[in-house]
């Protein structure tokens, strides 16, 4: 009977799910996020900005290895804002996924 006892035992639902309002400072926080996410998106402007120009230098230049790393370097800054931009619709999407699994 122990293997039954186990899956009761994992069957138990603990009945906790998000709720807005239980704590103070939830307003504060999203605006903390917020902020980290602009801050971030700045970043990966200037980021991408001088990955671009070197790219073009070494393109220009005759420096395969510079034109290279701005190459990298324009796709990961590109990466970072399509992960940047998404990261609340991923979050949400996932989440709400999660709500599903029973």
Do not use: C
Not at 72 to 99: C, D, E, I, P
């Amino acid at each position: 009977m122990p293997s039954i006892d186990r899956i009761i035992y994992l069957a138990y639902d603990p009945g906790v799910t998000p709720k807005e309002g239980g704590l103070p400072g939830l307003s504060v926080l999203k605006d903390v996020v917020n902020s980290i996410n602009l801050y971030g998106i700045i970043a990966v402007v200037g980021a991408l900005s001088v990955s671009l120009a070197v790219w073009a230098w070494g393109h220009f230049t005759g420096g395969h290895n510079s034109e290279a790393n701005g190459k990298k370097g324009a796709l990961v800054s590109a990466g970072a804002a399509l992960g940047l931009g998404a990261a609340n619709g991923a979050v949400a999407f996932f989440s709400t996924l999660g709500t599903q699994v029973k």
